[in-house]
């Protein structure tokens, strides 16, 4: 159902190029190395995860690649066009979506106009100063799709910051979503969400459109082998190994520097 | 949309009926409501029932006027600025400046002059200064209007300094109707501005682009990430806000028939936030409330007290910021919800 609805936005990708590529990635902060000669490629519909204990630099990569922090140095390629200098606005528009990972809504706006505005600055609506932000009924239908795939048309009226912790991570997510993405980088979809609500968040996750190249940062090691089929590891800024998951599973270093330390959160 | 088709035939009815009333919510939002009248109304009332006072009518509806170009960027944009003086002050010398210096007194022409160089003054400035938030925003919008005020004591030889340019003498509108010394004609004259400028400002703020400018003041983060040209969108928001402003102090100069260099005073920039501030934010009519009730009181205070009446407006602020939080109009819908709760249990 999902599926069917998440066509990107543009229908010629370069197929042989992959849909996004970091390469010699460094930032600092002073005398931090938050990121450290990373290199990265996302192929179309790839599912990768990234994981790495605390502090390893996971989500100031995810905000490398979206533009929110400049690097130092290194580049950034989506669909094989340099993107390195484009604004964050700029990227999203090329079709680079994220999550993050403490919920960024409208929390005074209600959850269909959260989508609504999503749909509007996709198609450059939103330049518009004279029509209706109503009138367009194919906005509103679509944000309502986009809704009731995610089990949301319940709320569609509730404002944003009325609704549960995990109703509004399920928000996040639609939000995402309905900016028809070619690369989702999605930063823990489940944290901070009880565990009896985050499977439906996990399932949302599961079933998205496999044209979709989908990064995922998460903690929890039963959803990372589940969803995915290439896992990179990062520690202290740098990617210390990137492999299939039974590979990085049975990974000495991997074992030493982040299962070791995880194992008695996870079991 | 084959995909919406083939997923509103396999929706039940009820999940149909649920979108339908979500999907009516945005559609039937602009339209007007009839509460919307009132304020038109009372406007219109209040030039038979106080004739008299048409002078003093007029300049509520230019501080009307200009609450509203302030709450275009402070209550929907959520910029914060103590400088939009600058642009009442560029309107109002526009059309100082060309009766007293090129003998051009024609109102409407005038007027819109002051609008489009104060709309390019809200370009220049905004397109530097928007890169900015919070406390450094304040302080460089605060510093750009006392900089064109100190431009304005510099070149006394032009701008009369703060003397001024007193006895300005204005055509009659549209060569027919002459300004007379009770103000009937202007107040007409403004509150039709007012009407206009409203209508183009309430289209505005129900459009997509007001829209990502409620975006924008809720979640900027979230613009960027959704790919909202946010800088862009300010600048342009900015630039509106400060035509209207210029137009207001335009019609404020035409009003009074002098203009000093108090226009671009901090006191003026501050006054109008407070207005917009006790009215509402963010709702279009927080400053007919705001503008009006600020006026009123400062009017009758002024009478009972000259020298001390401003501690009943600072009473009154202190008491809205308290009690109040969407200002004196948040407390009126609050109250309409009330009593439609008390009628239909």
Redesign the interface.
């Known amino acids: 159902m999902i599926a069917a609805l998440q066509k990107p936005a543009l229908q010629k990708p370069a197929l042989q190029k992959p849909a996004l590529e970091v390469q010699g990635l460094n930032r600092s902060f002073g005398a931090l190395q938050a990121t450290c000669d990373v290199n990265l490629t996302l192929e179309r519909g790839a599912r990768r995860a990234l994981i790495g204990p605390n502090g390893a630099g996971k989500t100031t990569l995810v905000n490398l690649i979206t533009g929110v922090l400049k690097p130092s140095s290194g580049r950034v390629l989506l669909n094989g066009e340099d993107i390195s200098s484009s604004s964050q606005a700029d990227r999203a528009r090329r079709g680079l979506a994220r999550t993050f990972q403490i919920n960024q809504l409208f929390r005074g706006l209600t959850v269909l106009e959260n989508l609504c505005m999503t749909i509007g600055e996709r198609d450059g609506n939103c330049n518009n100063m004279w029509r209706s932000a109503g009138a367009k009924r194919s906005v509103i239908d679509e944000a309502l799709n986009h809704l009731e795939s995610l089990r949301l048309v319940d709320d569609a009226l509730k404002l944003v910051r009325e609704l549960p912790y995990g109703r509004q991570r399920l928000v996040e997510i639609a939000i995402a979503l309905a900016q028809k993405p070619r690369v989702l980088l999605l930063d823990e979809p489940a944290a901070g969400v009880p565990s009896s609500e985050s499977h439906l968040i996990l399932d949302v996750v599961a079933s998205l459109d496999p044209d979709i190249a989908i990064l995922i940062i998460e903690h929890d090691m039963d959803v990372v082998l589940r969803f995915a089929k290439q896992i990179t590891v990062m520690v202290q800024g740098a990617v210390l190994v990137e492999g299939p998951p039974s590979e990085i599973m049975n990974n000495e270093q991997v074992r030493a520097v982040y299962l070791g330390q995880e194992s008695g959160r996870h079991g | ?1 084959a ?2 088709d083939s ?1 509103k035939v396999a ?1 039940s009815a009820e ?1 149909s009926q ?2 339908e ?3 009516d ?6 339209y007007f409501h009839w509460p919307e009248a009132l304020p038109w109304l009372i406007a219109i009332a209040a030039f038979f029932i106080f004739p008299e006072r048409m002078t003093f009518g007029g300049q509520v509806l230019i501080m009307v006027l200009f609450a509203l170009s302030l709450d275009l960027i402070l209550g929907y944009a959520g910029i914060v600025t103590l400088g939009h003086a600058a642009f009442f002050g560029i309107g109002a010398y526009t059309v100082g400046l060309l009766i007293a210096r090129f003998g051009w007194s024609e109102p409407i022409s005038s007027l819109i002059a002051a609008a489009a160089l104060a709309g390019l003054g809200g370009f220049v400035s905004g397109w530097f200064l928007l890169r900015y938030r919070g406390l450094t925003l304040l302080m460089l919008t605060l510093a750009t209007a006392i900089m064109l005020q100190e431009t304005g004591n510099l070149r006394s030889d032009i701008s009369g300094g703060y003397d001024g340019l007193p006895g300005l003498v204005i055509s009659p509108l549209f060569g027919v109707f002459d300004y007379d010394l009770y103000g009937h004609v202007n107040y007409i004259y403004v509150l039709a501005v007012l009407a206009i400028v409203f209508y183009f400002v309430r ?2 703020v ?7 400018l ?2 924008i003041r ?2 900027v ?10 800088h862009r ?1 300010l600048v342009a928001v900015y630039s509106i806000a400060a035509a209207i402003a210029g137009i207001a102090g335009a019609l404020f100069t035409q009003t009074n028939a002098y203009v000093t260099l108090t226009v671009f005073e901090f006191n003026n920039s501050a006054t109008v936030m407070v207005m917009l501030i006790l009215g509402g934010t963010g709702r279009l009519y927080g400053a007919f409330i705001g503008a009006v009730v600020y006026m009123l009181l400062e009017d009758y205070f002024s009478k009972l007290s000259p020298t001390f009446w401003q501690f009943g407006i600072g009473l009154l602020l202190v008491l809205a910021v308290l009690f109040a939080r969407r200002g004196l109009l948040g407390l009126l819908e609050d109250a309409g919800k009330y009593f439609k709760k008390k009628v239909q249990p």
């Open positions: 949309m995909a919406s997923h929706a999940r649920l979108r009333r979500a999907a919510y945005l559609l039937r939002r602009h289209r505005i129900y459009s997509p682009f007001g829209q990502a409620t975006g809720e979640n983060w979230r613009m960027h990430a959704i790919g909202s040209p946010v969108r």
